[in-house]
């Protein structure tokens, strides 16, 4: 059983289109994440979610957009690709405990390649 | 928002020494701060995590260090194998105020030459 499971591992595509990246976990997690991970492996957090609340979105732009149809998924919807969106996406799970976070465990990423 | 320093960005041992790696983060609410390896082409695996009420924590020969008034924590790995080479990322996370994120270090680079 994959805790965390993205779809697809590979997608390769043309500056423009609009694409989606699925994303469910079977963790029983409260919180989702979508994180990006540029050629220099930099991991930068994009959005997350609890309880089917957005709670942050960084300077991403709004050709990205998150959607949570329930608190075990997390979809990523992109709007025009650009080249500069190429990377590895990854989405990540936790639970929030307090003022703790537990067992945040990531995806197997999803190479998005924009040409 | 929280800001997290990793040192070196790049680390070659012989295989049997030590490795050790560093990371300063910014913000004092943070109290989660887990140590991830990542293979190439794979993804990124908690290995060790440490919250703020506890100054060090050991798994094999794997330990991570923490100094909440420096704020700055530590990852050290003895006997290093080459199945140790892979980038390490160090993060830090505060709950509170609706944030709940994780926040990485750049990565290190581990090359464990046999």
């Known amino acids: 059983d994959t805790a965390v499971s993205q779809t697809p591992k590979y997608l390769v595509t043309q500056m423009g289109n609009d694409k989606s990246i699925k994303c469910e976990q079977n963790?029983?997690?409260?919180?989702m994440y979508w994180y990006k991970q540029d050629s220099k492996k930099f991991l930068k957090i994009m959005f997350s979610?609890?309880?089917?609340?957005?709670?942050i979105n960084e300077t991403v732009p709004n050709r990205f957009s998150p959607k949570s149809p329930d608190k075990a998924h997390l979809n990523l919807h992109i709007n025009s690709l650009e080249l500069g969106d190429s990377a590895v996406y990854f989405c990540a799970s936790s639970q929030v405990v307090g003022r703790f976070n537990y067992g945040y465990t990531f995806g197997s990423g999803t190479r998005l390649t924009v040409v | 928002g929280e800001n997290v320093e990793q040192h070196p960005s790049t680390l070659s041992v012989q295989e049997g020494d030590s490795a050790v790696i560093k990371c300063t983060y910014s913000d004092s609410a943070s109290n989660y701060f887990p140590w991830y390896k990542q293979e190439l082409g794979k993804r990124p695996q908690l290995i060790i995590d440490i919250r703020s009420n506890v100054g060090e924590k050991k798994d094999q020969r794997i330990a991570v260090t923490l100094n909440k008034t420096a704020k700055h924590f530590s990852l050290h790995i003895t006997e290093t194998q080459p199945e140790d080479s892979a980038v390490y990322f160090c993060?830090?996370?505060?709950?509170?105020?609706?944030?709940?994120?994780?926040?990485f270090g750049k990565g290190t680079k581990l090359s464990v030459i046999p």
């Open positions: 993060a830090a996370s505060e709950t509170g105020a609706g944030s709940y994120q994780l926040t």
């Open positions: 963790l029983g997690h409260d919180t």
């Open positions: 979610y609890n309880n089917k609340e957005l709670i």
